[in-house]
C-alpha cells in the first residue's frame, strides 16, 4: 500500500518548455488535489476532482492543465514553463471534499 | 482577510515545555478541521481531526470554538522530534474543499 505517488520527485525546466506531473494513489479515493507550495505562500490549490470525471479549478490554476485519466490518477501538465512555476508541488487524495487529505511526497520543480 | 490564520512563528521550547497553537477561520459555515504536521522538505501528514467537543491524542489536545471561530493545538510535554510547522486546514467555500493556513513553525531545544 503505497499511498500517494508523485513522480518525478525533482525536475529543471528551462522557460517554455513543456512537463507533465504525474500522481497516483492506490487508496480508491474519489478526490484528489493539486497544490503548490512557496515560501511564506502555504499550500495553495491549482486544482481539484471530486470525483472520476470532473475536474474543477482551485485558488491558483493559470499556466496549468489536469487530467483525472481514472479514479487512481490524476496529473498536472505546464503547457510553457514560467520562472514563476518555480515551486513544490503536492497531490493529494481524500475519500471526499471534507475528509482529511494524504499526501504524495512532492516534486521541486526549478524554471530557469 | 485570509480564510485562515495562523501565527508564523516560530515559537522555541525548551524540551518539556507546554505549548499552544490557535488559528482563526473566515467561514462560519465552515465544518471540517484539522491538524497538519509538516517536516522540512517533506509532505503534509494529518496529525488529528478536530471535533467540536475537543479531542486528545496522547500529549496533543485540539480545541474548536465555533462561536469565535478559532481552534486550537496545545502540545504538552515537548520533544525535540515536534519540531516541525503545523498547519491549520478548514473546510471551506461549502464544504467542497480545504484551505491551509500558512503554519506555525516550533522548535524544541534541549
Redesign the interface.
Known amino acids: 500500500n503505497a499511498g500517494v505517488t508523485q513522480t518525478p520527485k525533482f525536475q529543471v525546466l528551462k522557460t517554455g518548455q513543456s512537463m507533465t506531473l504525474q500522481c497516483a494513489q492506490d487508496m480508491n479515493h474519489n478526490s484528489m ?1 493539486w ?1 503548490r507550495q512557496d515560501p ?4 495553495r ?1 491549482i486544482y ?1 476532482s ?1 470525483s472520476e470525471g470532473t475536474t474543477d479549478k ?1 485558488e491558483v490554476p493559470n499556466g496549468y492543465n489536469v487530467s483525472r485519466l481514472n479514479k487512481r490518477e490524476f496529473s498536472l501538465r505546464l503547457e510553457s514553463a514560467a520562472p514563476s512555476q518555480t515551486s513544490v508541488y ?1 497531490c493529494a487524495s481524500s475519500e471526499g ?10 516534486t521541486r520543480l526549478t524554471v530557469t | 482577510r485570509k480564510e485562515v490564520e495562523q501565527d508564523p512563528g516560530p515559537f522555541n521550547v525548551p524540551e518539556g515545555a507546554t505549548v499552544a497553537f490557535n488559528c482563526t477561520y473566515s467561514n462560519s459555515a465552515s ?2 478541521f ?1 491538524w497538519y504536521r509538516q517536516d522540512c522538505r ?5 496529525l488529528m ?1 478536530v471535533y467540536s467537543s475537543g479531542n486528545e491524542d496522547g500529549r496533543f489536545t485540539a480545541q474548536l470554538n465555533r462561536a469565535s471561530q478559532y481552534i486550537s493545538l496545545l502540545i504538552r510535554d515537548s520533544k525535540l522530534s515536534d519540531s516541525a510547522t503545523y ?1 491549520c486546514v478548514v ?1 471551506t467555500g461549502g ?9 506555525t513553525q516550533l522548535k524544541v531545544e534541549l
Request: charged share 15%.
Open positions: 488535489y497544490y511564506g505562500m502555504g499550500l490549490l481539484y471530486a482551485g503536492f471534499a471534507r475528509d482529511e487529505q494524504y499526501f504524495g511526497p512532492g | 465544518q471540517s484539522f517533506k509532505e503534509p501528514k494529518l481531526s498547519l473546510s464544504g467542497n474543499k480545504l484551505t491551509f493556513g500558512t503554519g
